[in-house]
């Protein structure tokens, strides 16, 4: 029984005025062609999920991924290179396989994404917390000398 | 659900269609949305007119302003609007929609 649909209507109807499928449908036509680059279309930063913000004394780097729990992430920091990589678990896939999906659009497969930093880091005092669905990384900025006079005196 | 008159959604927020996962099971359906940086003071779900509308205010920015996300779903008659239970988890937010006593089975025995 299908209990979104009155009458036979088609499943899941919705009314949404998103520019989300428009993105998808461009990214698929004009992803072939070199120089391509969807973000100067629609803005933003499409095709990679890691938002990167400098402050003042750190580096902020957020990538929404619900549904996860803290043991599927794995962080690297190698030099100016970060790397997230989410790995299922295992608990996601068993409790997928036996469900009966009308609409799935969701998905619990692995992914990985680097991407280099601004500016330089440090790696080691890293810290990252995941909450409502976001993995937030902060990583304190190397302490850069400012390029002061120096006076010199002539002996 | 909850009545939450207060709910609003900013000026300059940024409308995102949120992915689904729309599961059947025998007591009735069940709607998973994706909706990462929104809690349960940030979403909004309400049923009229047999469409159910779902609103999520995220803490994510794009283009300079929130994100929100917004989906909505025509219900069936099938479905107990009043027996609707929502909860939030790790930026997922899933509701399950009971059938209504129409919609459940009643096997008659022929004598």
Known sequence: MNMLA??????????????????????????????????LVFGGQIGTKLDVAVKDKYVEVKFPCPGRCKEDFEIEVVGDFLTVKVVDCGKHKECCDNKRYVIRERTCESYEESVKLPVAVKGAETRAKYMHGILEITIPRVCEEKNGAHIVKVS | MEDKKCFSVPENAVEVRP?????????????????????????????????????????????????????????????????????????????????????????????
Not at chain 2, 28 to 38: L, R, T, Y
Not at chain 2, 66 to 91: E, H, N
């Open chain 1, 6 to 39: 009155r009458n036979g209507k088609p499943r899941g109807l919705n009314f949404e005025l998103s520019t989300q499928p428009l993105e998808e449908m461009v990214k698929s036509m004009f992803s072939c062609f070199p120089g391509f680059r969807s973000e």
């Open chain 2, 19 to 111: 992915a689904v996962d729309v599961i059947e099971e025998d007591c009735g359906v069940k709607i998973m949305f994706e909706v990462p940086g929104a809690n349960s003071e940030t979403i909004d779900v309400s049923v009229e007119d047999g469409v159910l509308t779902m609103r999520a205010v995220s803490s994510l920015t794009r283009n300079g302003g929130p994100i929100c996300y917004y989906r909505a779903f025509q219900l069936s008659d099938m479905v107990d609007v009043a027996g609707i239970q929502a909860k939030t988890q790790d930026g997922v937010l899933t509701l399950c929609l009971p059938k209504s006593e129409r919609a459940t089975v009643h096997r008659i025995k022929v004598e």
